[in-house]
């Protein structure tokens, strides 16, 4: 990591990312390099944070866009092979990222069945594999969250003659508040991931290397107090993202959620 | 279950109803013919089986054995006793119950109902009563052929309860069939054209409301009249 944009900071702190490789760390220090970190806007370090909120924003909309619709199927109606697909689903819940990378990364190699797509070692594949991660977390989710407003809305949509695409049309818009709530559980699973995206992103230097890869190289590389403030850069911006959405949350209390 | 075509004064008529669950018999072969226009009211004691009743006639629970010959469903509106409300404005949620309605006839009815200046209120804030309200205009808005109310002025106080039979008289002086349930005495003698008297599943009494308040022929149906 040094040699990079541990570079640009103050010497004081350069050193103190190398000293602290031998002794203890200052408690302060993380906090202090974070914060000159955040105000430099080190160009490296923007495309790093960019990058990860691109991946893991387009893996949680993707995630949502497929497993919205089957968790409202599998809430609302019966047919065969149900049960086996909440099966799976469940299953896939407890997946350990790094498999789940291997997998991922089985199928997108130069010689497997979608290596034709060239696509290992890039963006698209980290966010193919955090989809493929966060999916099992939205699908199971929202069936919870459909099965009981479907509960409380089957006798009003019967009665209005709503047809399958509608009802569940109907379904997703009113769990709004309760999405918003899922898309945050599949965002935190998938910003704070690292195996998977290592194996199928590579971690590369200014093409896929995300926050959690370069946490976890620095600290492959003894950089514990930089390592420390890049967790601590994470951090924040998992809380900008959070009070957004409870800005947001608030704005649908207004209309009578139960939130 | 099979359909076929009324006589043209009836609109709807049931045919040995049948309906079990768990071994227990809920609906034991209820037939009733229904007045095209009429005010029926579906009457009995708790658990009698007067909502299941009109949730089978309705089409929300399929029954094991008989008939149901009627309007379809699109031409029928159901407002529960406990109303189902979205979670959207007052005047969204009334858009969702009749997609077809335009602005101006949305606030007409809002108007009517005095709902008017809660149109941008969420529904679900809304009291019982206007929540109430919501649904029953709701459901008048479509104008359909028949309205079932279940218990519709359980709980409401007396001006939401006026408004609610002020507009089913409306409703009837239009033409519309309506099938309700009440436990109110008072209220099912000043609306019901027709009464059915449940018991334990089965129908017991069929009668015109005047006659069945007056001279009930089945000891059942003088002894609930007794209770109530």
Known sequence: ?259 | MMSERPAPDIIMTARGLTLRRDGVTLLDSVSAQIRRGSITLLLGHNGAGKTLLLNCLHGLIACDAGTISGPPLARQKMVFQKPIITRRTTSAHLRFLCPRLDDAARHDWLRRAEMDRRADAPARMLSGGEQQKLALIGALATRPDILFLDEPTAHLDFAATKFVETMVCQAHQQGMTIIMTSHNRAQAERLGEDVLLLDSGRIVETAPADRFFSAPSHPLAKQYLDHL
């Not at chain 1, 989809?131 to 409380?152: D, M, W, Y």
């Open chain 1, 1 to 259: 990591m040094s040699g990079h944009i541990s570079a640009n900071l103050p010497e004081n702190l350069q050193g103190a990312c190398l000293h602290q490789r031998t002794t203890s760390m200052d408690i302060l220090i993380p906090f202090q390099i974070a914060l000159l970190l955040l105000t430099s806007g080190d160009a490296e370090l923007m495309g790093i944070i960019g990058l990860s909120l691109t991946v893991s924003l387009t893996a949680v909309l993707a995630s949502l866009v497929i497993g919205l619709p089957m968790g409202a199927l599998l809430a609302t109606y019966r047919f065969p092979g149900r049960t086996a697909l909440i099966v799976v689903s469940n299953t896939f819940l407890g997946m350990p990222p790094v498999v789940i990378g291997l997998l991922i990364y089985l199928l997108i190699s130069r010689s497997g069945p979608l290596g034709f797509m060239g696509i290992l070692y890039t963006p698209a594949a980290m966010m193919l594999a955090q989809t493929v991660l966060v999916l099992p977390i939205s699908i199971a989710l929202s069936r919870q969250a459909f099965e009981s407003l479907n509960g409380e809305y089957a006798p009003l949509f019967q009665s209005l003659g709503l047809g399958r695409f509608d009802r569940i049309k109907a379904l997703v818009f009113e769990a709004r508040v309760a999405l918003l709530t899922i898309g945050l559980a599949c965002f935190g699973r998938a910003i704070s991931e690292v195996g998977a995206v290592m194996i199928v992103g590579g971690n590369i230097r200014h093409s896929t290397r995300v926050m959690t890869t370069s946490i976890a190289l620095a600290t492959s590389m003894g950089e514990l107090a930089f390592a420390m403030a890049l967790g601590i850069v994470l951090l924040l911006v998992a809380l900008t993202i959070n009070i957004a959405s409870q800005l947001l949350r608030q704005s649908f209390r207004n209309l009578g959620h139960d939130v």
